[in-house]
């Protein structure tokens, strides 16, 4: 039987997938079997002999449609980060979280997409800032070279950004 944070982190990868796949009007966001990135960082000896679509589709925590420019990761956690830490300067938990799915975006040409819950405090997503430098958001947190939202506010702005750069 899995773990108590690994169904906390699959449930998190299932309601994120839910949420792009009505929010996008799609059925093509799924959580990747198996999860932690098949593919990913911590797993990329596995794709030794794997097709190159096979690879594509199994990288990051979510299996997204090919049009979409992002890989994704999926955080589920008790209490990081620490947001007034953030405030302050680096956060180690998040940092690494952000080396994680840069490392897939890399290797798949993708922007890095990454998405976290914090118990009690809420969900976000971070971005690289560059990509939605036009998007007009009303609250959001700058980290490094990272815009972070919160859920509610990328789901209000995402289907007009998403629909103009197709």
Same mark, same amino acid.
């Given at each position: 039987?899995?773990?108590?944070?690994?169904?906390?982190? !699959?449930?998190?990868?299932?309601?994120?997938?839910?949420?792009?796949?009505?929010?996008?009007?799609?059925?093509?966001?799924?959580?990747?079997?198996?999860?932690?990135?098949?593919?990913?960082?911590?797993?990329?000896?596995?794709?030794?002999?794997?097709?190159?679509?096979?690879?594509? $589709?199994?990288?990051?925590?979510?299996? $997204?449609?090919?049009?979409?420019? %992002?890989?994704?990761?999926?955080?589920?956690?008790?209490? !990081?980060?620490?947001?007034?830490?953030?405030?302050?300067?680096?956060?180690?938990?998040?940092?690494?979280?952000?080396?994680?799915?840069?490392?897939?975006?890399?290797?798949?040409?993708?922007?890095?997409?990454?998405?976290?819950?914090? $118990?009690?405090?809420?969900?976000?997503?971070?971005?690289?800032?560059?990509?939605?430098?036009?998007?007009?958001?009303?609250?959001?947190?700058? %980290?490094?070279? %990272?815009?972070?939202?919160?859920?509610? $506010?990328?789901?209000?702005?995402?289907?007009? %950004?998403?629909?103009?750069?197709?």
């Amino acid at each position: 039987m899995a773990s108590k944070s690994k169904r906390k982190g !699959s449930a998190f990868e299932n309601d994120i997938s839910k949420m792009l796949n009505t929010t996008f009007d799609t059925e093509q966001f799924a959580r990747t079997p198996g999860s932690g990135a098949w593919m990913g960082r911590s797993n990329s000896a596995k794709k030794s002999g794997v097709a190159q679509e096979a690879q594509d $589709t199994l990288r990051g925590d979510l299996i $997204t449609p090919k049009e979409f420019p %992002y890989i994704i990761e999926c955080k589920n956690y008790e209490d !990081s980060p620490a947001y007034h830490k953030i405030i302050q300067g680096p956060d180690a938990k998040l940092d690494g979280w952000l080396k994680e799915v840069e490392f897939d975006a890399d290797e798949a040409g993708l922007e890095p997409m990454l998405w976290f819950k914090t $118990t009690r405090k809420g969900s976000f997503v971070a971005v690289k800032s560059k990509v939605v430098a036009d998007v007009d958001f009303e609250y959001v947190l700058k %980290y490094r070279d %990272y815009t972070i939202v919160s859920l509610d $506010t990328f789901k209000t702005h995402s289907t007009s %950004y998403w629909n103009q750069n197709k």
